[in-house]
C-alpha cells in the first residue's frame, strides 16, 4: 500500500502568491487541502482541514503568522509550520522558532528549495535557509545560560532516557537532520524519528525545538 500523501496548507495574503504555491506543491505530490489569505481565516481553517504542514508567511492581516503559529501548534503540537517569508530579519526568524515553527524559508527559495523543505519539516526535522540555523541554535545557548529556576523539593526527578535516546538528542542538539543522525548512528531514519517521539513523550516536550533547548541547557550540544 503506497504512503499517504503530506498534507499541507498555504497561507498567504498575496493571491497570486498563495496560488503559485499550492500549484508548485500539489504538481509535486503533495495534498494541497486549504488556503486562506489572513490570520483568523488561517487558525479557522487549519482547524478544519487537518494539515500535516502549514506553509506559513508571518505578514498577515487580521492576525500575525506568529500568532497563528502560537494558537495551532499550541492546540495541536503534531503540526509542523514551515515559515515562508520575504524577511530574513533575525528578530523575526527567532520570533517564528519560539511561536512553535519547524523551519524558516525566504521567499527567495527555489521551488525545489520549498519542496524539500517542506518534506523535511513533515518529519520533524528544523529546515532553515542557510545563515539562519547557526542563529536559531545562538540563541538556544543563550537563552540555555540563562539562570535557570531551582528545582524546588517537590519537583520531579529528571526522567531517565536509554543511551541511545540520549545519543539522538546530544545529535539533534547539534542540528543535525534525522537523515544525519540515521546514517552516524547506522539505524534508519524511522528509528530516529521513534527515539524522538519516546524522548519528547518521556521529557513532556511537544517538538523538536523545545527538544534542543533541552539538550543545549544540559551542554549535550558540546559532548
Not at 17 to 30: I, K, M, N, T
Not at 83 to 105: F, M, R
Request: hydrophobic share 40%; proline share 6%; net charge negative.
Amino acid at each position: 500500500m503506497s504512503e499517504q500523501p503530506i498534507k499541507v496548507m498555504v497561507v498567504d495574503d498575496h493571491p497570486m502568491w498563495r496560488d503559485a504555491v499550492a500549484r508548485d506543491l500539489a504538481e509535486s505530490g503533495f495534498d494541497v487541502v486549504a488556503t486562506a489569505g489572513d490570520g483568523e481565516q488561517a487558525v479557522r481553517r487549519a482547524r478544519a482541514a487537518a494539515p500535516d504542514v502549514l506553509v506559513l508567511d508571518l505578514n498577515l492581516p487580521a492576525k500575525p503568522g506568529v500568532q497563528v503559529c502560537k494558537e495551532l501548534v499550541g492546540s495541536n503540537p503534531a503540526l509542523r509550520v514551515l515559515v515562508l517569508s520575504a524577511s530574513g530579519e533575525h528578530a523575526d526568524v527567532l520570533e517564528a522558532v519560539k511561536s512553535g515553527a519547524t523551519g524558516y524559508l525566504l521567499k527567495s527559495a527555489s521551488t525545489a528549495e520549498l519542496i524539500d523543505a517542506v518534506r523535511r519539516t513533515a518529519v520533524g526535522d528544523p529546515v532553515f535557509t542557510p545563515g539562519l540555523a547557526g542563529l536559531v541554535l545562538g540563541e538556544y545557548r543563550r537563552l540555555a545560560t540563562d539562570p535557570a529556576p531551582s528545582a524546588g523539593p517537590d519537583e520531579p526527578k529528571a526522567p531517565q532516557l536509554t543511551e541511545r535516546e540520549t545519543e539522538v538528542l546530544r545529535l539533534v542538539a547539534k542540528g543535525l537532520s534525522y537523515k544525519q543522525i540515521a546514517e552516524r548512528l547506522v539505524i534508519s531514519h524511522r528509528t530516529v524519528q521513534n527515539h524522538v517521539q519516546n524522548t519528547l513523550g518521556k521529557l513532556q516536550l511537544h517538538n523538536r525545538v523545545e527538544l534542543v533547548r533541552y539538550a543545549i541547557e544540559r551542554g549535550l550540544d558540546d559532548a
